[in-house]
């Protein structure tokens, strides 16, 4: 009997192991309630605002401390504006001078940031940033958040 209650846990484990593994960053799961890396609290996801619509649904957006440290003010399900916080650096890299999407990329180790904000057609959101091309000289580059970054119940997560 040890043995097959032993091998229903192996086959549940098989079963969700890779839905775990291709989670992106604080994206909510299947579950009411998650924890995301680099958070502090529990979230429970009460409802979705969609993909890609953080730059709809987000405003008041600016630097922390660091260039990286994200913040603004989201609408929830319910409408209303809650704070919201994402470090940028569990989402974007440097390649060669250019910002790209990658998980827990580090941007900051090698870049510095100079500015951000919606463009006039609110679909998209620059992000400007001066990264080390790897030859001992810096270049500047835009990235759109918009494509990656989403507000799901006034929280923000980056889908890398």
Not at 131 to 146: A, F, H, M
């Amino acid at each position: 009997m040890q043995l097959s209650s032993t091998f229903q846990y192996l086959m549940a484990l098989a079963a969700v192991a890779p839905a775990a593994l291709a989670t992106p960053v604080g994206a909510p799961t299947s579950a009411k309630s998650f924890q995301a890396p680099g958070f502090l609290d529990p979230i429970t996801v009460q409802g979705s605002l969609g993909k890609r619509s953080f730059a709809k649904s987000c405003e008041g957006c600016k630097y922390g401390k660091k260039f990286t440290d994200f913040h603004c003010e989201c609408r929830n399900s319910a409408g209303d504006k809650v704070p919201s916080y994402l470090n940028l650096d569990n989402c974007l890299a440097n390649a060669q001078g250019h910002p790209v999407w990658r998980r827990n990329g580090g941007l900051s180790g090698s870049c510095k940031g100079t500015s951000m904000g919606k463009a006039a057609d609110g679909k998209s959101f620059q992000y400007s940033t001066y990264c080390e091309t790897g030859k001992g000289d810096s270049i500047p580059d835009w990235i759109d958040l918009n494509k990656r970054i989403h507000n799901d119940n006034g929280r923000l997560w980056c889908d890398v």
